[in-house]
């Protein structure tokens, strides 16, 4: 039943803050060690005029530098998929790219553009743009050969074999990749934002921290946990919409 697998989510996370909450009180837990609950609650509803100018600096910079990742990943994604010596030649130095630590190219694309927003799109497209690769080249290399084969017969295009096999073939793979590379988009700008800009939710926690003000930085690692999970869920809805065909009868479960 639907509201049975809304309800079980929820009944959990409130669970887990009510032991949150329990456990400060009983063990008698410093604020500035780990806050209530309640204390990160009321201080995110009182602290959030100041808050939201941050947290909307954080989710333009995240959604650009994502948009990025997503137009760079689906075209390498593409174009290893469905070439050999493309797989051969690219992949490798893609794996290298993507074992780099990105705290490192922090300092390095900062000396490119210069402290701010520029360092926090670019990290956030640089950490998320590889799910995106692999998971649209592996869509597009496991797509069943009888259907390409049934497509060459009738003398059908590459271009055509991709629009109406590969492209739906990969569609189940993207989405799952996307979900997956908004999530670490937000590590990658947030990262960047507590090194090397003055705005955005990451400096705001570490001025939080650095004023020991411990609630005020569990607000926001709570707002920003509340938006990675608002934008998990687009991606799910829109997921649902342009790829039910290829997913189980959920009544079924």
């Excluded at 010596?85 to 210069?114: E, M, N, Q, R, T």
């Excluded at 390409?148 to 629009?163: H, V």
């Excluded at 607000?219 to 799910?236: C, D, E, H, R």
Aim: aromatic share 12%; net charge positive.
């Amino acid at each position: 039943m639907y509201w049975r697998r809304v309800a079980a989510p929820l009944l959990i996370v409130v669970a887990l803050f009510v032991v949150w909450e329990a456990s400060c009180r009983v063990f008698d837990i410093s604020s500035f060690i780990l806050p209530k609950p309640s204390a990160i609650f009321v201080t995110m509803v009182e602290r959030f005029p100041a808050l939201w100018p941050n947290l909307w600096q954080t989710i333009v910079t995240t959604t650009i530098g994502f948009a990025l990742s997503l137009a760079i990943g689906i075209f390498f994604g593409a174009l290893i998929g469905m070439s050999r010596l493309a797989y051969d030649a690219l992949y490798p130095i893609l794996v290298g790219i993507s074992s780099i630590p990105k705290v490192a190219l922090i300092p390095i694309f900062v000396v490119w553009l210069g402290a701010g927003t520029g360092p926090a799109i670019l990290t956030a497209c640089v950490i998320s743009f590889f799910p995106i690769v692999v998971n649209v080249a592996t869509g597009l290399a496991t797509t069943e050969p009888e259907l390409e084969d049934i497509l060459q017969s009738l003398n059908a295009s590459k271009l055509d074999i991709f629009w109406n096999v590969g492209l739906p073939r990969t569609m189940p793979y993207l989405f799952a990749a996307m979900k997956v590379a908004i999530s670490i988009a937000f590590i990658g700008s947030i990262t960047s934002e507590t090194i090397a800009s003055n705005r955005g939710i990451g400096n705001a926690m570490l001025i939080a921290t650095t004023n020991f003000d411990m609630p005020l930085a569990f607000a926001a690692l709570m707002l920003i946990s509340i938006t990675g999970v608002i934008f998990y869920f687009l991606f799910v809805m829109l997921e649902n919409r342009m790829t039910g065909w290829a997913q189980r009868n959920k009544k079924t479960r």
